[in-house]
């Protein structure tokens, strides 16, 4: 089956009761059959699952006694889509009173990675938010609250903790983190929007996502291939998991939505949240078509010589780095998953609440 040949016959949806985080499932979840119809996604899915496992296995083995807390991983891991080219992008937090301590945090950290040095994965950016350890007293902080020029690390990881971070150690950790970073952001305030976490998260949501497209705008432009990529990562796995969380957001403000519905949301990968909102929607089509569109990019993503391709300069060698035919035609592509999640946002005015949609434009 081609890239792009996703199923479109309009699936039976049925809530599922499992709540176990990806990792520790064999595919996507039951309930959504779009994506099991998505050979490319439900591929990674399976290698990702592997791969994992395997991290368990070494991290259950070799990290007693220490005083790390919880091991999360994040990126293509954390979204269940391993390709070649994936990185180890981990969080490692580890208790509170060791975190104060440089030596034995740097230790600590430096045993999670050897643990994992056998995965043959690349390590994360050196000057990256995965590159040192962190606390939960840390991200949990209520003073940074407001805090408009936060540390980048620290912010990073903890709307990262909600994008598309899963545990690989210390699941019942994690599951207290996880609730304590949602619980930071709702803050009775007086306003019913604000006294959930999705006023609070809505704001540092779009604040995360326009501070790395002004990055992926800027960066790197005096390497044009290397940019392109960075580009067409942003516009297809950031956008969707970004988007992912919005439209989770937005859904969690319907009215008579469970209480614990986004909790219970937010343990689900990102191409899972989408198509459990849409499903809600009854927006099949539609979530099929981003589904097909997202496989085109995962295909490329994976494909050598393409991605040899898109570095090779394929314009004018005055010309921007975006005068590249491949460029322009994965950028199209982006374009039409953008295009898609906006109808159906925009769709949702007078069902989601009317302070969410404020909120998008002041």
């Not at 199923?7 to 064999?26: E, I, K, L, Y």
């Not at 099929?288 to 570095?311: H, K, M, T, V, W």
């Amino acid at each position: 089956m081609k890239s792009g040949d996703c199923q479109t016959d309009a699936p039976v949806w049925v809530d599922s009761a499992d709540s176990d985080w990806p990792a520790r499932r064999g595919g996507p979840d039951p309930s959504i059959l779009a994506l099991r119809r998505c050979p490319i996604i439900e591929s990674a899915w399976h290698a990702t699952h592997q791969l994992l496992s395997d991290a368990m296995v070494l991290l259950e083995r070799r990290l007693h006694e220490t005083p790390v807390r919880t091991v999360a991983v994040s990126g293509s891991l954390g979204r269940m889509e391993k390709t070649a080219h994936s990185d180890l992008d981990l969080i490692v937090v580890l208790e509170d009173d060791a975190a104060g301590c440089d030596v034995l945090a740097e230790a600590a950290y430096a045993q999670v990675r050897q643990s994992l040095q056998s995965l043959g994965l690349c390590a994360p950016r050196e000057d990256g938010i995965f590159a040192r350890s962190s606390s939960q007293a840390t991200l949990c902080d209520p003073l940074r609250r407001g805090t408009i020029a936060e540390d980048p690390e620290v912010f990073g990881k903890r709307i990262q903790w909600l994008l598309d971070c899963q545990p690989i150690y210390g699941f019942a950790a994690y599951d207290r983190l996880f609730d304590a970073v949602l619980d930071w952001y709702a803050v009775v305030t007086g306003d019913p929007l604000r006294d959930e976490p999705a006023g609070y998260l809505i704001n540092d949501l779009l604040r995360y996502f326009r501070a790395i497209c002004v990055d992926c705008q800027w960066r790197g432009r005096d390497d044009p291939g290397s940019w392109r990529l960075r580009n067409l990562k942003l516009l297809h796995t950031r956008l969707v998991s970004c988007g992912a969380l919005l439209v989770s957001l937005g859904a969690s403000t319907r009215a008579g939505q469970k209480e614990d519905w986004l909790r219970r949301q937010l343990r689900f990968t990102p191409l899972e949240r989408l198509a459990r909102v849409f499903q809600l929607h009854d927006q099949g089509g539609a979530l099929s078509r981003i589904l097909e569109r997202y496989e085109r990019f995962l295909d490329f993503y994976g494909n050598p010589s393409l991605r040899a391709e898109l570095i090779t300069p394929g314009g004018p060698p005055e010309g921007a780095p975006s005068d590249h035919p491949l460029y322009r035609s994965l950028r199209d592509n982006a374009n039409q998953i953008q295009d898609e999640l906006v109808r159906f946002v925009l769709a949702r005015h007078g069902d989601w609440s009317d302070a969410f949609f404020r909120y998008l434009i002041l």
